[in-house]
Nanobody, 122 residues
Framework: QVQLVESGGGLVQAGGSLRLSCAASGRTFGSYAMGWFRQAPGKEREFVTAISWSGSTTYYADSVKGRFTISRDNTKNTVNLQMNSLKPEDTAVYYC???????????????WGQGTQVTVSS
């Protein structure tokens, strides 16, 4: 069983930046894809980004492409999400997710963290 703990959320003004981190424990981190989903108030959870086990492949939702960057450090069992040029519509709870591959992860199948709140004020 894997445990995921997110950190780094908070309140930021529009145009600002935040960096989310996710620490994984409980199994071999380096062999699984990692990613992030988010859920805004009153909306369904949506895929944000994913990274392959090696870090060589990444995917982004169109809404965050060019503003968010996902990275991972398999030596530290962490995955990070650098969020720049934040907009009020980025306000949501952000969840770290892990799955055997990106295809399963992007469909929401896998293990989830508890989430961290990101609030972007206008």
């Amino acid at each position: 069983q894997v445990q995921l703990v997110e950190s780094g959320g908070g309140l930021v003004q529009a145009g600002g930046s935040l960096r989310l981190s996710c620490a994984a424990s409980g199994r071999t981190f380096g062999s699984y894809a990692m990613g992030w989903f988010r859920q805004a108030p009153g909306k369904e959870r949506e895929f944000v980004t994913a990274i392959s086990w090696s870090g060589s492949t990444t995917y982004y939702a169109d809404s965050v492409k060019g503003r968010f960057t996902i990275s991972r450090d398999n030596t530290k069992n962490t995955v990070n999400l650098q969020m720049n040029s934040l907009k009020p519509e980025d306000t949501a709870v952000y969840y770290c997710v892990t799955a055997p591959n990106i295809a399963r992860l992007s469909n929401g199948f896998g293990s989830w963290g508890q989430g961290t709140q990101v609030t972007v004020s206008s």
